[in-house]
């Protein structure tokens, strides 16, 4: 197996489980291989066939990938074809039949289509294994669910005593057995390796989406320009990635765009200019997605949070892939989990509605991190790490200060209870800020005992201290139709009963100001109705307002 390796590839030695993986398949076992982007999934099926002199069958979801992939074969001298539905060379279908190649590839449409004459004959001149690349995509718990990949199942009842195995970087256990059924594996052998991809550093900044910000990520893009590596901005929405696209040609550097919207032509032709690194820069929606296979990315920036950390591990994994290290930014704006419904509204049923909810919340926990990010990327695809401090993210490497922050989360809290609990984030934070907008003032809250206790600082500021506490429980957020509500959770209730208005006991968080930067220019004064008065402080509360503030707190 080594010599083979050596005489083909021209590796060495086999990456952990690989060698494991190709045993098994020569044994004729059903394998799920679960393995992280980068790891080396693809040589456990491209040896197997030169070991057995038989032909792999390969199923994957995209021409290019496949092109790309056969090109790359053919080089190392192994026989490699593609059939697609496009393709009308005939003699490719016959050598195929015939068993002629070592790596047949082809799209789970065609795979579908082609006769089961065809498949006996390739039964008869020798096929060894039948590969499912991408798995993922025949889940619908998946975050690439493809109708055709759901009818690969009928293909084990003309290849019965084929092994099968399927390969994905998804590591959910719902997508895991729904691969094992829906390929109607028989016991099979399930390999799943490490998901921590230590060559790539994870970092998060807060963007507040103004063109200044904007100037500051493309300057920032623009540095990685001298080394010759490529970078892939990922947009949550086709608009951003036009106008991205746009500031980085004014700025004179060299990028690609490619998005849903683009014909499938031009979304080729610029994958293709990528690869041949014909510019590098790609700003991208997510459609720009499997089998991006181009070793030297080095940077993976996600303008706005992803819709999910399944997607996110996915196309952040997409740098770094020849093992050098390479870093992961992910901007996020507030705005950005607005999108819920956004994403909500693919769900067809109401457990996957409940599980796109659940892993958008997950996404936006990510950003609001200040532990360790590679820790919570792992725990949440169910591994265990085993170290607290990574040293290659950026809450390992810069100390994010923590600082007492009893007062103003009690401060906040104590304000959104006594609003009712049924607002956004905006009503009690105009509150804090002493704003005396007319909603304010029918309900009253102007007369709260908070009323402008919070004016030194911005809306911003509020709100990420806002998010801290939501990250951490105190605070809940639940959606009703397209808006948000925060209301106090249990454990910001216990907070808030172990308070009194001259004490409060310590809760370290880190500084607003460390999360959204300084927020100067940024917070539209005067919007929010805010008077000229001096703030009220909080430790001189009158009698009456202390009552009145323990009658909301019980
Ligand atoms: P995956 O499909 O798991 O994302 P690939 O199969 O595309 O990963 O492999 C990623 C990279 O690792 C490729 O450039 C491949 O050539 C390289 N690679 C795979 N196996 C080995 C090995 N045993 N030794 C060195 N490099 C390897
Ligand atoms: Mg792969
Ligand atoms: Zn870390």
Avoid at 86 to 96: C, I, M
Avoid at 414 to 422: F, P, R, S, V, Y
Avoid at 445 to 462: R, T, V
Avoid at 490 to 500: A, H, Q, R
Wanted: contains cysteine; charged residues 25%.
């Amino acid at each position: 197996m080594e010599s083979i390796l050596k005489q083909y590839f021209g590796f060495s030695k086999f990456r952990p489980y690989q060698k494991e993986i190709v045993e098994k398949i020569l044994d004729g076992k059903d394998s799920l291989v679960v393995m992280a982007t980068g790891s080396g999934k693809s040589l456990c099926y491209q040896v197997p066939p030169l070991i057995a002199k038989k032909t792999t069958v390969v199923i994957s979801p995209l021409i290019s990938l496949m092109q790309d992939q056969v090109m790359a074969l053919k080089q190392r001298g192994i026989r490699a074809e593609y059939l697609s539905s496009a393709q009308t060379d005939r003699s490719a279908h016959s050598n195929a039949e015939s068993g002629q190649y070592n790596i047949l590839y082809m799209t789970p449409e065609k795979a579908c289509v082609l006769t089961t004459s065809f498949w006996s004959r390739l039964l008869i001149s020798g096929i060894c294994l039948l590969a499912v690349d991408e798995a993922h995509c025949i889940s619908e718990w998946g975050h690439d669910f493809r109708v055709e990949y759901k009818q690969l199942g009928r293909l084990r009842d003309v290849l019965p005593n084929v092994p099968f195995v399927g390969l994905t970087a998804t590591a959910t256990e719902k997508v895991r057995i729904d691969i094992i059924n829906s390929l109607k594996m028989k016991n099979p052998h399930i390999t799943i390796g490490s998901f921590d991809r230590q060559n790539l550093f994870y970092g998060v900044k807060y963007s507040d989406r103004s063109s200044a910000f904007v100037d500051e990520l493309v300057k920032e893009i623009s540095k990685y320009r001298n080394s010759r590596s490529s970078t892939i901005v990922y947009c949550t929405t086709v608009k951003d990635a036009e106008q991205i696209f746009k500031f980085l040609l004014e700025d004179g550097i060299e990028a690609g765009i490619y998005h849903g919207q683009m014909s499938n032509k031009a979304r080729e032709e610029s994958h293709r200019a990528f690869i041949r690194d014909e510019f590098y820069v790609m700003v991208a929606t997510i459609a720009f997605g499997m089998g991006i296979d181009k070793p030297n990315i080095r940077h993976v920036i996600h303008y706005g949070c992803p819709k999910s950390l399944e997607s996110y591990y996915q196309e952040s994994g997409r740098c770094g892939r020849d093992g050098i290290p390479s870093t992961c930014w992910l901007y996020y704006a507030r705005s950005d989990f607005g999108k819920a419904d956004f994403y909500c509204s693919e769900a067809r049923t109401a457990d996957q509605r409940k599980a796109i909810m659940e892993s958008f919340v997950a996404a936006q926990r990510y950003c609001m991190l200040t532990t360790c990010r590679r820790k919570y990327l792992l725990e949440y695809f169910g591994e265990k790490y085993g170290f607290v401090n990574c040293g290659t993210c950026d809450n390992c490497t810069s100390s994010k200060n923590e600082s007492d922050m009893s007062r103003e989360a009690f401060l906040l809290m104590a304000c959104i209870k006594a609003c009712g609990g049924h607002w956004g984030l905006n009503l009690p934070v105009d509150v804090l800020r002493g704003s005396r907008s007319k909603k304010i003032i029918d309900a009253q809250f102007d007369k709260l005992p908070f009323h402008g206790l919070g004016k030194e600082m911005p809306a911003n500021w509020w709100k990420a201290l806002a998010d801290q506490l939501i990250s951490r429980d105190y605070l809940i957020e639940t959606f009703r139709d397209v808006y948000k509500t925060v209301r106090v959770g249990p454990k910001g209730v216990d907070f808030l009963n172990s308070c009194t208005p001259d004490h409060q006991p310590p809760l370290y968080l880190p500084s607003p100001t460390e999360m959204v930067g300084d927020m100067k220019g940024t917070d539209i004064v005067g919007e929010a109705g805010v008077d000229g008065l001096a703030p009220i402080k909080f430790e001189g509360l009158c009698q009456e307002e202390a009552q009145f503030y323990k009658m909301l707190v019980e």
